[in-house]
């Protein structure tokens, strides 16, 4: 490697170099929309020095006048959200869409609660995740540290911009959100209201920052903002993880996309089988920890099918099934319009909504084989009362998280009691499945010594 | 999110679904090139799966026959390695690199040895990292899993080869590699060997593969090959480091920028700063913890400088001095042509060779501000007695490693305790500082219970 070849542009634009001649900044940078969108960060990074100081007590204090802020806020976020339903209404968002857009007194109460029950939740900083006196005598720790800045990017529910800031703030971090264009207005006023509740406790309000305004080009420039942000959160539809994973220059932790499976074994007890089908595929049937395809051993078909087929359908199921389940489905009397021809693509496909896929299996290995083929690495169940099925099956799917005889819908970080969640990872590096406060910190290693030199 | 936006592709497009019709994988891809490399990490993936389930012993006994492998073959390795050092002379390599490329006896040896310190390291895979019983008695575990298929990007030397396949078959990972095209005829024998004397234990040799042959193009499509690669580490100088982070959309782990940092403070022991800096810049010079910036507070420069600034150059330090340093050098009579005047391109510089940056600060503020704008993240360390100026640096440093009265030149995972090393991260994601064989894994959450499904 040359010297030419190493970094010439600082690591951290923020930073003033006291000692050194006129530095090159974010002020640098020509194209103004990427300018504007650095300076954002680089103020986030210089505000997320007083945020890694702060303590719980201080981060608490803000978090508590940010519900407190919402509760005395409501008739003014609701006017704000007003006007992004009206133009969702003119701009023809569905009805689901403009469902998740909404704001109300209930909601918002919603959300303060939330907020509070982030202030009972300890601090992650500061913990000592390892230590030790090493031979020679240096004291070596390695301590839980903020991030720095993490990057949200979401879609239409604005609720999200108040828990990433808060989940953000109470970890020690800064937050530069990019919410969905059609939330603009509340997310506007949400961002404001969060940063005179910093200032008024005495943080900088810079900690929490929106790009809204800077559009899909704004969000392309937080991607790349290297150095600038510690950590990129994507969440929202396969679409939107996809375009940061490809665009993305700054580390990225991919959330959310769950095409989860459950498996009926040979050995299931049906009963069981047959309520956590219907549970994992109905509860809710727009979460990501929802059952997408049921897989049933071959052994078993004939009698499982006819019961768990009809029980979906009447719950408005509709069925894309494979040829044998099909046979199956019409011996059962399944009405042939609730019916449809499974394909590859249903396989492959997350519905987040009432549909299934459906396939026989013709044994335990073909159901993992279809599970790693095809599943995105989020929730798989097996239903069985064979112990060496069980341990193969969650030895060998390749996911975040494996139930046994329990529905897919239990993946959750409030289930898994870690208190509150920022995504579900799906991806191996950092952290995988429910992401709670301690997902989003790093960690330093602290060395001390006297006078110690290497020999 | 529309059901037409979900990943079409398959996540893993090495299992067979048994259940399903034809379907595509790697094969179904148009350019030969990137066939051939999706099909080579489709074969790890699958031979990943083995190396998921293998016991410790097994592991172990493959790592053995990979060290006796190399020592029985010392000839025939030495034979290649002359190949590439032939060809490497007649393209000009200089005599820095060819030496980084030569293995002959002993450096096999030495190779040999340190697979044989790996056996003696125990597995991370299997261990319970936490766990708990559920209110509603579902039983939740979080274990310590294989990643799956490990990618390494890396330059010229070929014992990388060696140490990334075996700290990835240790930690149940399969491994793809990518070694420099000057170590090519080596490294293919290496990978051979490897291969062999896995299979020579049962274990498929598809576990650790290269795709050396395959060039840059090669590289880029192991860079883009998501749902195959579960983690990318490039290991080499910066400018590898931006091309594998500009074009990588699998996880990347950034590894061994080093530019590090020893700051002197006002309250130092100037006993200790001397030895701690001619250490942590002369010790060794090539490596990613040497020290390339010396900061100084201004208290002590008139005292200090004059000091280190002719011990430095006593070992043939090149001095890159700002204007108050080189006053001072110029008062201690320190040669002229030792001493360059500092740009803002020397503070940004790892040099990785007898060349030092030197600063005079005015405060520790403007210390810990020179650091986080030019550091790399890598290691910093503060020589000082007081208690708060150390609590200060160690707090607002932004660094993977953060020394007090030590040299940077501990930055090791040798030193560390963690047994060995496969690189040293300097992002904040999954790994910060040394990373052993934990870092070489992820966790997955099983979750068992007995018929249970979520109200």
Redesign the interface.
């Known amino acids: 490697?040359s010297?030419a070849?190493?970094?010439?542009?600082?690591?951290?634009?923020s930073?003033?170099?006291?000692?050194?001649?006129a530095?090159?900044d974010a002020g640098g940078v020509a194209d103004p929309l990427r300018r504007a969108v650095l300076d954002i960060c680089s103020r986030a990074r210089e505000a997320s020095?007083a945020l890694?100081?702060a303590s719980r007590a201080r981060k608490d204090e803000a978090l508590e006048a940010i519900a407190a802020s919402l509760e005395a806020g409501v008739d003014e976020i609701v006017a704000a959200n007003a006007i992004d339903l009206e133009r969702g209404r003119s701009e023809g968002l569905s009805q689901g869409l403009l469902d998740r857009l909404r704001l109300d007194e209930a909601r918002i109460a919603a959300i303060a609660a939330a907020v509070r029950h982030v202030i009972s939740l300890p601090d992650p900083v500061g913990e000592v995740v390892r230590g030790?006196t090493?031979p020679n005598g240096?004291q070596?720790r390695?301590l839980r540290v903020p991030?720095?800045v993490v990057g949200m990017i979401y879609e239409a529910r604005p609720n999200v911009t108040v828990d990433a800031a808060v989940l953000a703030l109470k970890s020690g971090n800064a937050a530069v959100l990019r919410g969905g264009s059609a939330a603009m207005a509340t997310n506007t006023l949400l961002v404001q209201r969060i940063q005179d509740a910093l200032a008024s406790v005495g943080l900088p309000a810079d900690a929490v920052a929106s790009i809204d305004g800077y559009g899909r080009d704004g969000a392309r420039e937080l991607m790349r903002a290297?150095g600038l942000v510690?950590?990129l959160v994507p969440r929202?539809?396969?679409?939107?993880i996809?375009s940061v994973?490809?665009n993305a220059?700054v580390?990225?932790?991919e959330t959310g996309?769950g095409?989860c499976h459950v498996y009926v074994d040979a050995a299931a007890?049906l009963?069981?089988a047959l309520?956590?089908t219907v549970?994992?595929k109905t509860?809710r049937t727009s979460v990501c920890n929802a059952a997408e395809t049921l897989?049933v051993h071959a052994e078993v078909a004939r009698w499982f099918l006819p019961q768990v087929l009809p029980a979906l359908v009447d719950k408005g199921v509709r069925l894309h099934l494979?040829g044998r389940s099909a046979v199956l489905a019409d011996e059962a009397g399944v009405p042939s319009e609730m019916v449809y021809p499974a394909?590859?693509?249903d396989?492959?496909?997350?519905?987040?909504?009432s549909d299934l896929a459906v396939?026989?299996?013709?044994?335990l290995?073909?159901a993992i084989?279809?599970v790693?083929?095809?599943?995105?690495?989020h929730t798989e169940a097996i239903v069985t009362t064979d112990l060496r099925a069980?341990d193969r099956f969650?030895?060998?799917v390749?996911?975040?998280?494996?139930?046994?005889?329990?529905?897919t819908?239990?993946?959750d970080g409030g289930?898994?009691?870690l208190g509150a969640e920022i995504g579900i990872s799906t991806?191996?590096?950092?952290a995988?499945?429910?992401m709670g406060l301690a997902e989003l910190t790093?960690?330093?290693?602290?060395?001390?010594?006297?006078?110690?030199?290497?020999p």
């Open positions: 490697m010297v070849d190493t970094q010439l542009m600082p690591r951290d634009p930073a003033q170099g006291h000692s050194t001649a530095p090159s020095r890694a100081r030790s090493l240096l070596l390695q991030m720095g290297r510690d950590l929202g539809g396969a679409g939107l996809r994973v490809e220059t580390p990225v932790i996309t095409n007890d009963d069981q309520a956590i549970n994992a509860r897989l494979d394909t590859d693509e396989w492959a496909t997350e519905y987040l909504d396939a026989v299996v013709p044994s290995d073909a084989d279809h790693r083929r095809w599943s995105s690495g069980a969650v030895a060998e390749d996911s975040a998280v494996v139930a046994v005889n329990a529905s819908a239990f993946t289930e898994f009691g991806q191996k590096l950092h995988r499945g429910p790093s960690t330093k290693w602290v060395v001390v010594g006297d006078g110690h030199i290497r």
